[in-house]
């Protein structure tokens, strides 16, 4: 019987960590007493990292966790501890790094053997009940790990001290000098060289979307003109739009697909995909006008309303969606049997076909693993296509085609749904509100701007600790479990300024700096310059490793973003403490240039991150007495790369955080556009097809 004067899962805020604590493990949460206890009883730590969404967690916990023989060999032979992942990703990432080690590969679940000191000397992902594919039953790997320890004390320490030292961080250096343009398109040029030409995107299986990567493309070509950028850009977006990894029936996007043509994917829906993916169609929308990409814009829109609609109206949006409804389903709520399919049309044969052409329902390919009878939906062919298949109009199949699409949407409606995590993560929030704004912005969806506000204040409000940062977890009553990371306080300065430029909120450019203070005093290693993912100030005796987190993977990388912020800010300032942020940023960069030669394609934040460090930046003012002047909107709408955008009232023309050459040609008329790149500034304009066409060509 598990011991109540310690301390366990229960009431644990984390859903995650709360189903666990209705296990027969005795878990306890990440923390000293944890380690106290495992010294105490010289016993090994067995250490479980999991999340809500994953379901291969849901599998191991099933067949291993709620298995009361097995939960009995667990608390008789170690000190189990329970971690969720989202709440703490500065654990995972530290055992990740050494189970990847261990095993060339990490995930979810990670299964970890520690030390009382937190050294691990063995570990996993998922392992089966009984020896299955390669892998070993759970119950003889925790036998076989127990009597090393106990009977074999030196190979464990051993094993634990060899890992160590295999486990070199990414060391960083002071070398802000060696940024170049030069490695910025070495980088941009080493996407060609993994682009997918047949299905688009970068690699093959398993295909994980890359945001970071396709916002990088975008504004190289509209720097350069380049054709081969737009083909990536284009090509990507439409092979995810088209593909399973996009939700037809409900919209937005799932984490990744198993297969090279974005058919069939790991089904949980995440809130650091979405919010970037949403901001990479809104911005490609407005560089290209392809209204198909609005679309998926209103989709992924109309996902978050429909799955969480209280949760916007308070403020916020959700961390994830369960790829799963229950032990047994592996993605049944998201695919479809053809009698499935048959009953939502009411065994009309017609529109079966219609259904079944529509959205590849004969497609081998698209068939689950686990049961090839359900089909992941995705657009195999154009309404045209289908329509010349059936030998009937075009209007006539776009009207049936709507039908179908709604048909199985109200089918849908009424299956048990997978689990919504409401946790309110900072960091992922901001993502998802940048998305949000991106949206408003510029694919004409202007309430999701107003969504963002509110979900960003109340981040602020709820979050925010003078000196401190944000909180990674958003919660009133969680003071006791409070930790602040650079995510947070990079994601949140990202959204901050987003909201700035498109509402011209002063609060939230001093958010903004205030942010950018917090991250400079309490993340950045005072040897290198360097973002560290925690604060150096934070004391902890077994998470002692540096890690700097520079690879997108796939969050943007948290000290890549948080210099891409200190550079936009400097851009929307002037004077000295501008060039301090840009300094302090250009150092964080530079100390990782060689990683970037080595590892380009992972590290798009970083390459974003750098082309704003190194290339001209543009400063455009607008001075306008109102915000939905034709000049204004042509601003705001119109993408150009590494340029910060603000309106100002002709009353408020000489502030002196406007660039010295604005302030120099404002004469007091309005409306008017002043552009700066770098040191030049091209001729005022006052109308909104000029401002369009000196947004498109002006270089300085």
């Known amino acids: 019987?598990?011991?109540?004067?310690?301390?366990?899962?229960?009431?644990?805020?984390?859903?995650?960590?709360?189903?666990?604590?209705?296990?027969?493990?005795?878990?306890?949460?990440?923390?000293?007493?944890?380690?106290?206890?495992?010294?105490?009883?010289?016993?090994?730590?067995?250490?479980?990292?999991?999340?809500?969404?994953?379901?291969?967690?849901?599998?191991?916990?099933?067949?291993?966790?709620?298995?009361?023989?097995?939960?009995?060999?667990?608390?008789?032979?170690?000190?189990?501890?329970?971690?969720?992942?989202?709440?703490?990703?500065?654990?995972?990432?530290?055992?990740?790094?050494?189970?990847?080690?261990?095993?060339?590969?990490?995930?979810?679940?990670?299964?970890?053997?520690?030390?009382?000191?937190?050294?691990?000397?063995?570990?996993?992902?998922?392992?089966?009940?009984?020896?299955?594919?390669?892998?070993?039953?759970?119950?003889?790997?925790?036998?076989?790990?127990?009597?090393?320890?106990?009977?074999?004390?030196?190979?464990?320490?051993?094993?634990?001290?060899?890992?160590?030292?295999?486990?070199?961080?990414?060391?960083?250096?002071?070398?802000?000098?060696?940024?170049?343009?030069?490695?910025?398109s070495a980088g941009i040029e080493a996407y060609a060289g993994i682009f997918d030409v047949r299905a688009g995107g970068f690699g093959g299986a398993p295909k994980f979307p890359n945001p970071g990567a396709l916002l990088l493309l975008l504004d190289r070509h509209l720097d350069t003109g380049e054709p081969w950028m737009e083909r990536v850009v284009r090509d990507t977006l439409d092979g995810m739009a088209r593909g399973g990894i996009h939700d037809q029936l409900g919209g937005a996007f799932h984490r990744y697909t198993v297969d090279a043509r974005w058919l069939v994917p790991h089904f949980e829906k995440m809130a650091y995909d979405n919010g970037p993916l949403l901001e990479a169609y809104a911005r490609a929308h407005a560089a290209t006008g392809e209204e198909r990409w609005a679309r998926v814009c209103a989709g992924v829109l109309r996902y978050y309303r429909e799955l969480a609609p209280d949760l916007i109206a308070a403020g916020g949006f959700p961390a994830s969606q369960d790829a799963d409804a229950g032990p047994a389903d592996d993605g049944a709520y998201w695919t479809w049997t053809q009698g499935e399919v048959r009953d939502a049309v009411d065994r009309n044969e017609l529109l079966l076909r219609a259904a079944t052409l529509r959205y590849g329902l004969d497609d081998e390919a698209a068939a689950l693993h686990s049961d090839p009878s359900r089909r992941v939906l995705w657009l195999a062919r154009t309404p045209d296509e289908v329509a010349g298949a059936l030998g009937l109009s075009s209007r006539e199949t776009g009207r049936m085609l709507e039908h179908v699409e709604q048909a199985l949407r109200d089918d849908r409606a009424h299956r048990p749904a997978p689990y919504v995590d409401r946790t309110l993560y900072a960091g992922w929030t901001s993502l998802v509100a940048s998305g949000f704004l991106a949206a408003a912005r510029y694919a004409g969806e202007a309430r999701a701007g107003v969504e963002a506000l509110h979900a960003l204040d109340r981040v602020w409000r709820e979050g925010w600790r003078e000196g401190a940062g944000v909180a990674h977890r958003i919660a009133p009553a969680d003071a006791g479990r409070r930790i602040e990371l650079l995510e947070d306080?990079?994601?949140?300065?990202?959204?901050?300024?987003?909201?700035?430029?498109?509402?011209?909120?002063?609060?939230?450019?001093?958010?903004?700096?205030?942010?950018?203070?917090?991250?400079?005093?309490?993340?950045?290693?005072?040897?290198?310059?360097?973002?560290?993912?925690?604060?150096?100030?934070?004391?902890?005796?077994?998470?002692?490793?540096?890690?700097?987190?520079?690879?997108?993977?796939?969050?943007?990388?948290?000290?890549?973003?948080?210099?891409?912020?200190?550079?936009?800010?400097?851009?929307?300032?002037?004077?000295?403490?501008?060039?301090?942020?840009?300094?302090?940023?250009?150092?964080?960069?530079?100390?990782?240039?060689r990683v970037a030669e080595r590892a380009p394609t992972a590290m798009a934040t970083w390459l974003r991150a750098a082309d704003w460090a190194t290339g001209s930046v543009g400063k455009l003012v607008v001075v306008a007495e109102e915000a939905d002047s034709e000049l204004w909107r042509a601003a705001l709408e119109t993408p150009r790369p590494r340029t910060v955008v603000r309106r100002v009232r002709p009353h408020d023309a000489d502030t002196a955080e406007l660039p010295e050459a604005v302030r120099a040609m404002i004469d007091g008329a309005s409306p008017r556009a002043y552009l700066c790149v770098g040191r030049t500034c091209a001729a005022p304009v006052s109308e909104a097809a000029d401002l369009i066409d000196l947004l498109r060509s002006y270089h300085g």
């Open 1 to 184: 019987m598990a011991d109540r004067t310690r301390p366990s899962l229960d009431g644990s805020p984390s859903p995650f960590l709360a189903h666990g604590a209705t296990q027969p493990v005795d878990w306890m949460p990440w923390g000293e007493p944890a380690f106290e206890r495992a010294r105490a009883e010289d016993k090994p730590i067995l250490l479980d990292i999991g999340a809500v969404w994953c379901h291969w967690c849901h599998v191991m916990d099933r067949e291993s966790y709620e298995d009361p023989e097995t939960a009995a060999l667990i608390n008789e032979l170690y000190v189990p501890v329970k971690v969720d992942r989202d709440e703490r990703p500065d654990v995972d990432a530290r055992y990740q790094r050494a189970v990847q080690a261990l095993t060339g590969q990490g995930g979810w679940p990670l299964t970890a053997f520690l030390t009382p000191e937190g050294d691990p000397f063995y570990g996993g992902t998922y392992f089966p009940p009984a020896d299955a594919a390669g892998r070993p039953a759970f119950r003889r790997v925790l036998a076989e790990m127990a009597s090393v320890w106990s009977d074999e004390r030196e190979r464990a320490l051993r094993a634990a001290g060899s890992l160590a030292e295999r486990i070199v961080p990414v060391a960083p250096e002071r070398a802000e000098s060696a940024l170049s343009r030069e490695i910025v």
């Open 489 to 593: 306080q990079a994601y949140l300065l990202l959204a901050a300024l987003d909201a700035f430029e498109v509402y011209g909120r002063v609060d939230d450019l001093d958010r903004g700096r205030a942010l950018a203070g917090v991250i400079l005093d309490r993340f950045r290693d005072p040897g290198s310059g360097a973002f560290l993912d925690r604060p150096t100030d934070l004391e902890d005796t077994v998470l002692s490793d540096p890690v700097y987190g520079v690879t997108d993977s796939p969050t943007p990388s948290p000290p890549a973003a948080a210099a891409l912020g200190l550079l936009r800010l400097a851009a929307l300032g002037s004077g000295a403490p501008a060039a301090d942020l840009r300094d302090a940023a250009t150092a964080a960069l530079g100390a990782f240039w």
